[in-house]
């Protein structure tokens, strides 16, 4: 037997479409990017040139296993209501008609995930700008991450999603105002 509180796990590869299940016990998944500041790839390779393989952590970064479970006994305290169920299915629905469905096990932890968010965002119930921390939690294939959190987003948020939307667009006008300065420089050289 082994009391397993916690996995964690990393890997190169996505698990495969059939293999639904196994990516359902992972609750969280994220996509590190490649360390782009100089000042912390330095730091890593730094590290790695003395030797050291691993982050080491001090006594206070690290949880013990009675905060781990007091932790656990707050989340239990925290309120999932008819709204929030409600979102979740709202959520549910959408994701299931873009061929994006949620499996039951999925949906489970995603109750806990949010009520863990509330309690550690100091709320006693799960609110709609809870739901923002599924975008971690729904999506089993990397191209189907930035779809799910926009889903979320409509979904739970709106306005924020109105918010992102204009950055989105404004992150594009700015792109193509670059790229035709950059064209009409070429051209006056050209000149």
């Known amino acids: 037997d082994c009391p397993l509180v916690s996995a964690f796990a990393s890997s190169n590869?996505?698990?495969?479409d059939n293999q639904g299940a196994l990516n359902d016990r992972f609750t969280f998944k994220f996509l590190p990017q490649y360390i782009e500041e100089k000042r912390n790839w330095m730091a890593m390779i730094k590290a790695r040139g003395q030797g050291t393989k691993g982050?080491?952590?001090?006594?206070?970064?690290k949880i013990t296993l009675e905060e781990l479970t007091a932790i656990h006994e707050l989340i239990e305290e925290i309120e999932f209501d008819d709204s929030a169920a409600e979102i979740l299915w709202m959520l549910h629905e959408e994701l299931r008609k873009d061929e994006m469905p949620v499996s039951d096990r999925k949906s489970n932890q995603a109750v806990d995930v949010l009520k863990a968010?509330?309690?550690f965002e100091g709320s006693a119930v799960v609110e709609a700008e809870h739901f923002v921390i599924l975008?971690?939690?729904?999506?089993?294939?990397?191209?189907?991450?930035d779809k799910i959190r926009q889903?979320?987003?409509?979904?739970?948020?709106?306005?924020?999603?109105?918010?992102?939307?204009?950055?989105?667009?404004?992150?594009?006008?700015l792109t193509t105002a670059r790229t035709n300065i950059a064209q009409g420089m070429d051209e006056q050289q050209k000149l």
Not at 135 to 145: C, I, R, S, T
């Open 117 to 119: 968010y509330a309690a």
């Open 55 to 61: 982050v080491e952590f001090s006594q206070d970064e």
């Open 135 to 145: 975008q971690h939690v729904l999506w089993n294939m990397p191209e189907d991450a």
């Open 151 to 173: 889903h979320i987003l409509r979904v739970s948020n709106p306005m924020l999603d109105d918010i992102n939307a204009g950055i989105d667009a404004a992150r594009e006008a």
């Open 13 to 16: 590869e996505m698990f495969q």
